[in-house]
């Protein structure tokens, strides 16, 4: 029973380069959501994708940073031309189609370290 | 969503109960207050959620007065492998709601 898998685990890129993270999610969850947390902060929303579709990207900044969560295979978090400001963990977290009771209500994986040279 | 506030710090020793208390004077009815725990280089993770009066699970209890106002998680006997943030969320309890985290509360267990 696997969790939620994030890949890669650690990420180092230079300026202006491109940044791929991926999720997968729990088996039987179709709701995936990205968080960024920076050192001693707590984890901040960035977006919430269903299959193939954005609900909610209020948390995203509006440029360079895209996400999507295709029919088939694990949801990307893609940061464009990235700054050294890019530099924190993100974490991808899953929950199912319905929260039975007792159920939590999300999964969280164990982040991609993004560090920006 | 609710706003919460929570001790930065908290110190314990090892076999201790520890207690921490979280704050969200402007609850909503239909709101739920979830605990996570997180260590470093992990994600968090779930420890117990509840909606009023006294939640008890394998791993904590959770108590929430009738205003509903203020929360307290309880580690029983704690040991060294709790030490971790504890962070107490507010908020809808459908898996499809975005969470939102305040800064948590660093727990160090000393033996």
């Known amino acids: 029973n696997a969790g939620v898998m994030q890949n890669p685990r650690h990420l180092v890129r230079r300026r202006g380069q491109e940044a791929r993270l991926r999720c997968s999610p729990m088996k039987g969850h179709s709701h995936v959501y990205w968080y960024r947390q920076l050192p001693e902060e707590g984890l901040k929303f960035m977006v919430y994708l269903q299959k193939e579709n954005i609900i909610d990207e209020s948390g995203m900044p509006k440029e360079r940073f895209s996400a999507e969560f295709p029919k088939e295979g694990p949801s990307i978090l893609r940061i464009q031309q990235v700054v050294r400001g890019d530099s924190a963990a993100y974490f991808c977290?899953?929950?199912?189609?319905?929260?039975?009771?007792?159920?939590?209500?999300?999964?969280f994986g164990d982040g991609t370290r993004l560090s920006i040279l | 969503l609710a706003k919460t506030t929570q001790p930065i710090s908290m110190d314990s020793y090892e076999g201790q109960e520890v207690n921490i208390t979280c704050s969200h004077n402007?609850?909503?009815?239909?709101?739920?207050i979830t605990w996570y725990q997180q260590f470093p280089s992990q994600g968090p993770r779930f420890i117990i959620q509840?909606?009023?009066t006294k939640v008890t699970n394998e791993v904590a209890s959770l108590f929430i007065p009738a205003d509903r106002k203020s929360s307290t998680l309880s580690l029983p006997r704690v040991s060294l492998s709790d030490t971790a943030v504890y962070y107490c969320l507010v908020g809808a309890r459908k898996g499809t709601d975005k969470l939102i985290f305040g800064t948590g509360t660093r727990l160090q267990v000393f033996p």
């Open positions: 977290a899953s929950s199912p189609q319905r929260i039975d009771r007792g159920n939590q209500p999300q999964h």
């Open positions: 509840g909606y009023k």
């Open positions: 402007n609850i909503a009815t239909n709101d739920y």
